[in-house]
């Protein structure tokens, strides 16, 4: 429980307290850099501040940020500063970007402002973006291949297994009576172990994300792309990256490099999720091989009509058609109700997924068990058909 001395310079500093002899310095300058964000406008007698349209004036700020608060805190109050006070401008300056906490979010900005960067701007932005390529994919990179690799068939068993399919208690039980009393342990002659598949091109299992880059899925967008480039190294999945706005771009070709990916999406527009169907569905030879997720917040721009008919036809084809509303950090999702509904009555299941949950979900559907058993079980919200 906080103390009653520590309680009260809390409650100074957020009355404003720069001219609170009982404040530290530090305290002091606590107060005036989120004075400078909070209250830009000043009120009567008491706080006033601003940043200003200078760069170099927000780039001691967020100095200051950095120093007084922990990295996801200072992540918020950098989102809270592009928002309140339009510095989106000032991350066309490199010498700006680089004071900047890499997040998903700024990756967001910078893919959306990629269109009007200098080059100079531009060489930094990449590897401000590669910077949070390359944590997310340490975060979610083994998680996945190890999730997902579906080359493992639990259901046979073989005598020369890889060291990564032994299975040891097997193993163990199979060789106990080669237990050696001197060392404590069982000695192995023969080792158990999960054989994998060998599947020829034509037999393996394809992944279709149909990702929507509309500017309310900015942060989707980026875990949908990281995602992607890790299941296209799996050998044992064929994967396809399509985003869409009101238009299509097809960045299979560019999954060995998500950073070339993310530079490739294009923020912002309207939303035509039928034509992104209709795209995906040329790239579908074997339906029932077929795993396409949309990731989109349904709220269509074309003809709504004839893409829940396409998304009929093709869960009737085969296809395992699954509806992620959000793939994100960022809390409860916007959405078309009546489409998700709609969408749900076809059997799809419809909701929204962490970062955190999504390998899980992928080896569920790769494994043919049931996803919104699965989602439910995981206490996830699915949607219902009306």
Known sequence: MTDTPERLRRWRLAMGGQN?????????????????????????????????ASAPRVARWLGDIREFFPSPVVQVIQRDAFERLNLKAMLLEPEFLETLEADVHLVADLITLRGAMPDKTRATARMVVAQVVAELMKRLA???????????????????????????????????????????????????GHARKSKAKADLDHVIMCVDQSGSMASSVVYASIFSAVMASLPVLETKLVCFDTTIIDLSEQLADPVEVLFGVQLGGGTDINAALAYCEGLINQP????????????????????????????????????????????????????????AALGCPVFACTPDQFPD??????????????ASGQGINLIRAA
């Open 142 to 192: 083994h998680k996945t291949t190890e999730t997902i690799r579906g080359a493992i068939n639990r259901s046979q068993r073989t005598r020369r297994p890889r060291p990564a399919d032994i299975d040891w208690p097997r193993t163990i039980r199979t060789n106990l009576h080669h237990w050696q009393e001197d060392y404590q342990t069982v000695i192995p002659e023969v080792l158990v």
């Open 288 to 343: 029932t091989k077929t795993h396409l997720v949309l990731v989109s917040d349904l709220y269509e721009g074309g003809n709504a009509k004839q893409m829940l008919a396409r998304a009929a036809a093709m869960v009737s084809s085969g296809v395992n058609l699954i509806v992620l509303l959000a793939l994100s950090d960022d809390g409860r999702p916007a959405y078309d109700q009546a489409h998700a509904q709609a969408l």
């Open 20 to 52: 609170d002899e009982s404040l530290s310095e530090t305290d002091i300058r606590i107060d005036r850099a989120l004075t400078a964000l909070y209250a830009p406008t000043g009120q009567p007698g008491r706080r006033k501040g601003g940043l200003g």
């Open 361 to 374: 979900l992928m080896a569920t559907a790769l494994s043919r068990q049931d996803t919104a058993a699965w």
